[in-house]
């Protein structure tokens, strides 16, 4: 897959992952984690299910939470600078004031507590994990 697929691979998960835009399951993916211990469960008896369980967006999100089980640090870069979900690294990285309009990548490092190079360092290996995710 191209570095373009990927992020446009990117750009839709970060799009699915708002709680709007997941309206029709009625939860977000951290809830139905919740509520499920630990299991992801997609679809069921009762007819649609909001989409595949295989979805781009869902493939990229199972690597995201693969990548926090084994480095939160580089799955939080990762929702910061793609925007995906980032009220929850705020909210348990207890960054106050939170506001991802217009910040670049240095700002998102400072709040983060790490340096710029160690942001662009997990933001790579983040992507080159997603690539995988997708097959390439």
């Known amino acids: 897959m191209a570095k373009r697929d990927v992020a446009g691979a990117l750009e839709l998960w970060a799009r699915w992952s708002v709680p709007e835009a997941q ?3 009625g939860k977000t993916m951290l809830a139905k984690l919740i509520d499920n211990k630990g299991e992801l469960i997609f679809g069921g008896s009762g007819g649609a299910s909001g989409g595949p369980a295989d979805s ?12 926090f089980a084994a480095d939160p640090m580089r799955a939080d ?6 925007g995906a979900a ?7 990285r207890g960054i ?3 506001d991802p309009r217009g910040m670049g ?10 340096s710029l190079r160690t942001y ?3 933001l790579a290996e983040a992507k080159t994990i997603i690539e995988t ?3 390439t």
């Open 120 to 122: 662009r360092r997990r």
């Open 133 to 135: 995710a997708l097959g």
């Open 86 to 92: 980032w009220w929850l690294v705020a909210s348990r």
């Open 56 to 67: 781009l967006e869902v493939v990229v999100e199972a690597a995201v939470m693969r990548m």
């Open 96 to 98: 106050a004031d939170y």
């Open 77 to 82: 870069v990762l929702r910061l600078e793609c």
């Open 23 to 25: 309206r029709g399951t």
């Open 105 to 114: 990548r240095f700002e998102k490092a400072l709040a983060l507590g790490i």
